[in-house]
């Protein structure tokens, strides 16, 4: 039981250069999120997968695209990246919304910048 | 929209002494829950605490502790016998039917030993 996995780790993109993060979780989860975390701040939701074949916008989903491939994975894909895009990037994945307490699970992070 | 206000950046609490972390949310729902969250130096994020807004009597979780004041909206975060294994940033998360996680914007607490 993995929980939730992110790959990868870390990446450096030169500005207007794509990619997409991969998030995947082995605990049979409805929900799933992507969130950014800038230095000395907290997490803010960029988009979000309430359930599977579904995606909404979060605070901050400018510049960013995302898929829910199936029940298990979630991408995140920057088309042209920006240097304001330097961040690290967490996925997360809770039961789902409605679901008592829905606690979220969070992956390891992906550190992403951007020159 | 709801809003979650950690008002204190940084905190620093001595080994074995007993800090609590504020935080005020806003809502007119009333069913919601508060959780906080803690991020250490390795950036993975823990389920430290959480409350349901239903419930009067304020949860503990060993060593943690909350002080749940729903009218006030407020819901603090008590650590007791801290330890050096503590120090992180520590984020106060609400969470409706109706919308994901609104988190606050940390605070960073040092534990010196």
């Known amino acids: 039981n993995a929980g939730v996995t992110q790959t990868p780790k870390f990446q450096v993109l030169k500005t207007g250069q794509s990619m997409t993060l991969q998030c995947a979780q082995d605990m049979n989860h409805n929900s799933m999120y992507w969130y950014r975390q800038d230095p000395g701040m907290g997490l803010r939701l960029i988009y979000y997968s309430a359930s599977e074949g579904t995606t909404d916008k979060g605070e901050v989903p400018n510049g960013y695209n995302v898929s829910r491939l199936n029940k298990r994975e979630f991408s995140l894909r920057l088309e042209s990246a920006a240097p304001s895009q330097t961040s690290v990037y967490f996925c997360?994945?809770?039961?789902?919304?409605?679901?008592?307490?829905?606690?979220?699970?969070f992956g390891p992070g992906t550190r992403l910048t951007v020159l | 929209a709801q809003t979650v206000t950690q008002s204190q950046p940084e905190m620093s609490v001595q080994e074995a002494e007993t800090v609590t972390l504020s935080c005020t949310y806003d809502?007119?729902?009333?069913?919601?829950?508060l959780f906080w969250y803690k991020q250490p130096p390795s950036r993975q994020m823990i389920l430290v605490i959480r409350?349901?807004?239903?419930?009067?009597q304020n949860a503990t979780e060993n060593r943690f502790s909350v002080n749940f004041q729903k009218a006030a909206k407020s819901f603090s975060l008590k650590i007791s016998d801290s330890q050096l294994g503590d120090a992180a940033m520590y984020f106060c998360?609400?969470?409706?039917?109706?919308?994901?996680?609104?988190f606050g914007k940390g605070t960073r607490l040092s534990v010196i030993a």
């Open positions: 809502t007119s729902e009333s069913d919601y829950y």
């Open positions: 409350q349901e807004a239903y419930k009067q």
């Open positions: 998360d609400y969470y409706s039917g109706n919308t994901p996680l609104v």
């Open positions: 997360a994945s809770s039961l789902g919304q409605g679901s008592f307490y829905n606690e979220q699970f």
